[in-house]
Antibody
Framework: QLQLQESGPGLVKPSETLSLTCTVS??????????WGWIRQPPGKGLEWIGS???????YYNPSLKSRVTISVDTSKNQFSLKLSSVTAADTAVYYC?????????WGQGTLVTVSS | EIVLTQSPATLSLSPGERATLSCRAS??????LAWYQQKPGQAPRLLIY???NRATGIPARFSGSGSGTDFTLTISSLEPEDFAVYYC?????????FGPGTKVDIK
C-alpha cells in the first residue's frame, strides 16, 4: 500500500532554511489526479497546509507562507521536497508529507522540526 | 481564502453518548468538506469526504451532513477509542484550509 516517509534535520537554527524530503513507496508520484504536499502542526495546535505540487511541477502554496516556501519534485527518485526559508521559533512543528486530492488521502508519520539556536 | 470555524472547541461526553460537532465555512464550499480524527502522537485519519461519505473502514457510527457553509459530524454512540480531536477541511481552487479542531474528551 502507499506509504510516505519524511526525512531531514530535526533541529534548525533561526534565520536558516528548513529542508525536508518525502519518499513515496508503494505507488508512483507520477500518478495522475493527485497532488503531493506538506502540512504542519505546531505542538498542541491545529493543522496548517503549507503547499502542494503535481508531478509535472505545478505548485500551490499557502498565501501566508508563500514568500518563504519552495516545494519541488524528483520523479526519478519518487520523492518531493520542502524548503522553508528564514525560519523562526514559530515554525517549530511536526511536518507531515501527504498525498492530496480534494482530501488528504495519505499521510506520512510526521517529523518534528525544532527551530532553536 | 476560505476560513473554517469549528464548535464547540471542547465536547465532554461519556461513552455511549451522541456527539455532534459543527464546522462552518466563511463562504460556500459546496459539498467539498472532509472530517479527520487525530489521536495524540498520530497523523490524522480521514473519516468523511464530500461532506457525507465515509472513508474506507470507518464505522457506521460516524456520519456527516451539510452543504454550502454549514456541516455536521455526528458520532451516534461514542466508543472509548473515539475520544480524540476532530478537524474539518476544505479545498477551494487547490488551496486547502483546516478548521481549528474540536476535542472530544471523556466526561
Amino acid at each position: 500500500q502507499l506509504q510516505l516517509q519524511e526525512s531531514g534535520p530535526g533541529l534548525v537554527k533561526p534565520s536558516e532554511t528548513l529542508s525536508l524530503t518525502c519518499t513515496v513507496s508503494g505507488g508512483s508520484i507520477s500518478s495522475s489526479s493527485y497532488y503531493w504536499g506538506w502540512i504542519r502542526q505546531p505542538p498542541g495546535k491545529g493543522l496548517e497546509w503549507i503547499g502542494s505540487i503535481y508531478y509535472s511541477g505545478s505548485t500551490y502554496y499557502n498565501p501566508s507562507l508563500k514568500s518563504r516556501v519552495t516545494i519541488s519534485v524528483d520523479t526519478s527518485k519518487n520523492q518531493f521536497s520542502l524548503k522553508l526559508s528564514s525560519v523562526t521559533a514559530a515554525d517549530t512543528a511536526v511536518y507531515y508529507c501527504a498525498r492530496l486530492y480534494v482530501t488528504v488521502t495519505h499521510w506520512g508519520q510526521g517529523t518534528l522540526v525544532t527551530v532553536s539556536s | 481564502e476560505i476560513v473554517l470555524t469549528q464548535s464547540p472547541a471542547t465536547l465532554s461526553l461519556s461513552p455511549g453518548e451522541r456527539a455532534t460537532l459543527s464546522c462552518r465555512a466563511s463562504q460556500s464550499v459546496s459539498s467539498y468538506l472532509a472530517w479527520y480524527q487525530q489521536k495524540p502522537g498520530q497523523a490524522p485519519r480521514l473519516l468523511i469526504y464530500d461532506a457525507s461519505n465515509r472513508a474506507t473502514g470507518i464505522p457506521a457510527r460516524f456520519s456527516g451532513s451539510g452543504s454550502g457553509t454549514d456541516f455536521t459530524l455526528t458520532i451516534s454512540s461514542l466508543e472509548p477509542e473515539d475520544f480524540a480531536v476532530y478537524y474539518c477541511q476544505q479545498r477551494s481552487n487547490w488551496l486547502f484550509t483546516f478548521g481549528p479542531g474540536t476535542k472530544v474528551d471523556i466526561k
